[in-house]
């Protein structure tokens, strides 16, 4: 199997159990296939900031993380290095997002470190919002949380991550 074939069509079985045994409620959405978080965010009519995009690093002595930031954001990986605390930060690649997450569509890793044996970093800018939502392991499903009830069961550690990708308000980016 391809970095890029379809694994699965519904959501991450282990998700839904993760979110039902941390007391995390939620509401599972299906879409349309979409593949960016910004395109996703647009189909399900939720502002692209309050869309949570899960991306795989790994840092200079091979320690794996995910890191969560808006959607309208991107990764800055200098910021990123001193979260981590560490002199290095890459992006994984498909396949090494694959070997991380088998169960999920690439692109598609819900911010739940416990299913992947990873932890979890986020943006300032995700803790602004009362809830947030975020793929599911598919490009077909989301799931919308409690930003607190996420953040306290995922034990999130927040830092300065990113940088806003498309300055101004989000109706004026679509």
């Not at 001193?82 to 890793?109: H, S, Y």
């Not at 991550?161 to 308000?169: K, T, Y």
Request: with cysteine; net charge negative; charged share 25%.
């Amino acid at each position: 199997m391809s970095a890029t074939e379809t694994v699965q069509a519904g959501p991450h079985a282990g998700l839904l159990d993760w979110l039902a045994s941390h007391d995390v409620e939620y509401e599972l959405r299906e879409h349309p296939l979409t593949i960016t978080a910004r395109e996703t965010a647009r189909v399900e009519g939720i502002d692209p900031r309050r869309f949570a995009k899960t991306l795989g690093v790994e840092t200079a002595d091979g320690t794996r993380a995910l890191v969560v930031l808006d959607a309208t954001d991107r990764l800055d990986l200098v910021r990123a290095r001193k979260v981590l605390n560490t002199g290095l930060v890459r992006l994984l690649d498909e396949a090494e997002l694959v070997e991380l997450a088998p169960e999920c569509e690439v692109g598609t890793i819900p911010p739940v470190g416990d299913l992947f044996g990873v932890r979890v970093y986020a943006d300032y800018a995700v803790r602004e919002d009362p809830e947030i939502t975020f793929h599911a392991g598919s490009h077909r499903y989301t799931v919308t949380v409690d930003r607190s009830s996420w953040e306290k069961a995922a034990q999130v550690t927040y830092g300065d991550l990113a940088v806003e990708s498309e300055p101004g308000p989000a109706w004026a980016n679509s």
